[in-house]
């Protein structure tokens, strides 16, 4: 009963689902303005920033084929991604939009491996990228570990001069955001320093998997706290949040509803937090805020969350005591 009250006054009483894939008509301008930063480690795991016009949550992104890993809409002007592993020099960063359009801008891998403590003796060894160096006195490394996964499934742990290969041809596996989550209840709590927070309840919308009846296969969601007003790809803390209940809409179950709780931080000051879900095992993630709209006195009214990105002022807001 306590569930269902809390439910409806996010809502407004109405359990309403919002088609993810209703784009409001034809898609706007598309283009990259700028990546922060320009140039990072060949490794790969580089937390990477695209400026431009026109991102949704199906925007995929790709540099020299290879997927980035945890792509995240932050607003239509802003994305952010985990870089994937490759070869020293430029690079080509290729956006693709739901409609078929197309951005690029130029990104530039430098080395991030080590050479040790080479004497100063010429490295003679031939073999594969990434083996550790034979040279005379060379004690260090190229690269990292050279992956040895197999092709052919998303299973392909193996890595690429230190980085992970998640392909499931070794060019970058495909993305597989969920459509539309939302952090439903509560937004805004007060916890003390280092203490486990209330519970707090997402929304999760997966076409042909949350509509089933029962917890969704495959889907992954977690609560996480960060910064008050940072980003949430990096620096914040998630933990998982178990499935719940159908939600019903119209008499069939639609969104699912997930529950979980994270630990406080243990400095006292304002924070944010938020829910986010994956359909790929936890690879990549749509994360979600309130969905604000000024209708419900800063709180979500259960139509925005993912739907129009992450933002700071609609996440949850922490305040540790």
Not at 139 to 146: R, V
Not at 291 to 302: E, I, R, S, T, Y
Request: net charge negative; aromatic share 6%.
């Amino acid at each position: 009963m306590l569930l269902g009250l809390l439910l409806m006054a996010c809502t407004g009483g109405d359990i309403q689902k919002p088609d993810p894939s209703d784009s409001g008509g034809t898609l706007g301008a598309f283009e990259v303005a700028g990546l922060d930063p320009a140039e990072g480690s060949s490794a790969g795991g580089t937390d990477l920033r695209l400026s431009g016009l026109g991102f949704t949550v199906e925007t995929e992104v790709a540099i020299d084929g290879a997927a980035c890993t945890g792509v995240a809409l932050l607003s239509p002007e802003l994305l952010a991604c985990m870089t994937p592993a490759g070869a020293l020099g430029a690079a080509e960063v290729r956006l693709i939009r739901e409609d078929g359009q197309t951005a690029t801008a130029e990104y530039t891998y430098i080395d991030g491996g080590t050479t040790g403590g080479d004497g100063g003796d010429t490295d003679t060894d031939s073999g594969t990228i990434g083996d550790t160096d034979t040279g005379a006195d060379d004690t260090g490394t190229t690269g990292g570990t050279d992956g040895g996964g197999t092709d052919g499934g998303t299973t392909d742990s193996g890595s690429t001069d230190g980085g992970t290969d998640g392909g499931t041809d070794d060019t970058g596996r495909v993305v597989e955001t969920v459509d539309y989550c939302h952090l439903q209840w509560p937004c805004e709590q007060t916890v003390a320093a280092g203490e486990v927070s209330d519970t707090v309840y997402c929304w999760v919308y997966e076409p042909g998997v949350t509509d089933a009846v029962g917890s969704a296969a495959g889907i992954v969601v977690e609560v996480g706290v960060g910064a008050d007003g940072s980003n949430p790809v990096s620096g914040w803390t998630w933990d998982s949040a178990a499935w719940l209940e159908d939600v019903y809409y119209e008499k069939s179950p639609s969104n699912d509803l997930y529950a979980g709780e994270f630990t406080a931080p243990s400095a006292a000051g304002d924070y944010d937090y938020a829910c986010r879900a994956s359909a790929d095992g936890g690879s990549s993630w749509t994360v979600c805020d309130s969905g604000d709209d000024g209708a419900l006195d800063g709180c979500g009214d259960g139509l925005g969350g993912s739907l129009d990105g992450y933002a700071a002022p609609d996440a949850g807001q922490l305040t540790v005591e």
